[in-house]
């Protein structure tokens, strides 16, 4: 059975920074695409970034870019996101799911982040 | 950025077809292939993947369930609606980068 499972989850203050983690099992972790897609408070989904499977390449939203850094250590099975220069927009639940040019196929319970004062 | 277009919600009466559509800005077909997708997502829970390129049943998704459509418009069609599939459905592209999903529709009950 495939599983995401993420952590990190908190509440912190404009301007920090956070890191999240995600665990897989249940499949070949070293050859799937892992993305980050976050939903804010009563919101729509906003797909954020992307990593290779060999961490070859990685793609960002326009909204991240330059704050964000997603990682993989693929000997852990784990998916991380650097967040840096945190904003109250970042607010959200963050879902860690694979897949690399098509549909998303596989999706974590998600953490909640809250950038608050 | 491709825009997805959905209608915000959708009344629907058990055992009746509900069908929900989703348009976008620009065409998601390339070589016979249509790059959208379908998620659901009930209260409290990540979205599950239901339909993927267009058409294609994802594993474990009961057969009422079904994606049709080409270009820029396309259909998600539940056929009867159960009780169980009350959510919020969404549909994605991955044509073009990014991948953008739509607003999502909220299915609910007449």
């Known amino acids: 059975e495939v599983q995401l499972v993420e952590s990190g989850e908190g509440l912190v203050q404009p301007g920090s920074s956070m890191k999240l983690s995600c665990v897989a099992s249940?499949?070949?972790?070293?050859?799937?695409?892992m993305n980050w897609i976050r939903q804010a408070p009563k919101k729509g989904l906003e797909w954020i970034a992307l990593?290779?499977?060999?961490?070859?390449?990685?793609y960002y939203a326009d909204s991240v870019k330059g704050r964000f850094t997603i990682s993989r250590d693929n000997s852990k099975n784990t998916l991380y996101l650097e967040m840096n220069s945190l904003r109250s927009e970042d607010t959200a639940m963050y879902y860690c799911?694979?897949?690399?040019?098509?549909?998303?196929?596989?999706w974590g319970q998600g953490v909640m982040v809250t950038v608050s004062s | 950025d491709i825009v997805l277009t959905q209608s915000p919600a959708l009344a629907v009466s058990l055992e009746q077809r509900a069908t929900i559509s989703c348009k976008t800005s620009?065409?998601?077909?390339?070589?016979?292939?249509?790059?959208m997708h379908w998620y659901q997502q009930k209260p409290g829970q990540q979205p599950k993947l239901l339909i993927y390129?267009?058409?294609n049943l994802a594993s474990g998704i009961p057969a009422r369930f079904s994606g049709s459509g080409s270009g820029t418009d396309f259909t998600l069609t539940i056929d009867p609606v159960e009780a169980d599939d009350i959510a919020t459905y969404y549909c994605?592209?991955?044509?073009?980068?990014?991948?953008?999903f739509g607003g999502g529709t909220k299915l609910e009950l007449k």
């Open positions: 799911a694979n897949g690399l040019t098509g549909s998303f196929d596989y």
């Open positions: 249940g499949f070949t972790f070293s050859n799937y695409g």
């Open positions: 990593i290779y499977y060999d961490s070859s390449s990685k």
């Open positions: 620009q065409n998601v077909d390339n070589y016979g292939i249509s790059y």
């Open positions: 390129e267009g058409s």
């Open positions: 994605q592209q991955s044509k073009d980068y990014p991948p953008t």
